[in-house]
Each structure stands twice: as structure tokens, then as C-alpha cells.
């Protein structure tokens, strides 16, 4: 089994900035890519931001706004929040595809989501 771990949520005001992480654990023998996804309330979960392979991938509501990055010794990804505005709130989620062994095919992993609140 494989757990991601999210950690960083929180409030902040308009304008400020906010940093999450989120730890993958198990049994991994490879991740391809990691990303974070987040549903407000009454919404359907979206995509924020994907990195595979260096390359990054951002939804345009967050673009020049949102980096992530990733450790890839420490199987971890971030995301770097910067001038958050209140559509920002919502539960933000961290999703990985992991190849548990070598031959085995690639499973999808989310983590149980940290509540981002931005004031207005």
C-alpha cells in the first residue's frame, strides 16, 4: 500500500501565501507523476497543478500564482501558493501514480486533502 500525506493548510488573507506538502510512503518502487487537485464546496474536484518528469502543468486560474515542485529523493511534492485569492479556498488534495514494483502496473494514490482558507 502506498499512504500521501498532506500537511501546510490553513488560513491566510487575500494576498498572502501559503506552502503544502505531501510525503509518499509505502510500497513504491517508482512515482511517474505527482500533482494536486482541489474541490470547494458545492464544486467538482480540479486540477491545479501536475509535474511529471520536470515537466509542470498548471490550471490557468492558477497560473504565475501556484509552483510546484518535487524532492524526488524524498518522494514528496509541493505547492507554493502566492497572491491567494478567496476562490482559492477549498479542500486541496495530493495525488500520485506509483508503481509499487517493477513489473506491476501503475496505481493511482490520493491523499485525504487539507483545507485551504483564503479571507477576503
Known amino acids: 500500500q502506498v499512504q500521501l500525506v498532506e500537511s501546510g493548510g490553513g488560513l491566510v488573507q487575500a494576498g498572502g501565501s501559503l506552502g503544502l506538502s505531501c510525503a509518499a510512503s509505502?510500497?513504491?518502487?517508482?512515482?511517474?507523476?505527482m500533482g494536486w487537485y482541489r474541490q470547494a464546496p458545492g464544486k467538482q474536484r480540479e486540477l491545479v497543478a501536475t509535474i511529471n518528469n520536470g515537466i509542470t502543468n498548471y490550471a490557468d486560474s492558477v497560473k504565475g500564482r501556484f509552483t510546484i515542485s518535487r524532492d524526488f529523493a524524498k518522494n514528496t511534492v509541493f505547492l507554493q501558493m502566492n497572491s491567494l485569492h478567496p476562490e482559492d479556498t477549498a479542500v486541496y488534495y495530493c495525488n500520485a501514480n506509483v508503481k509499487p514494483r517493477a513489473l506491476a502496473l501503475i496505481n493511482t494514490y490520493w491523499g485525504q486533502g487539507t483545507q485551504v482558507t483564503v479571507s477576503s
Open positions: 509505502g510500497s513504491i518502487y517508482s512515482i511517474n507523476a
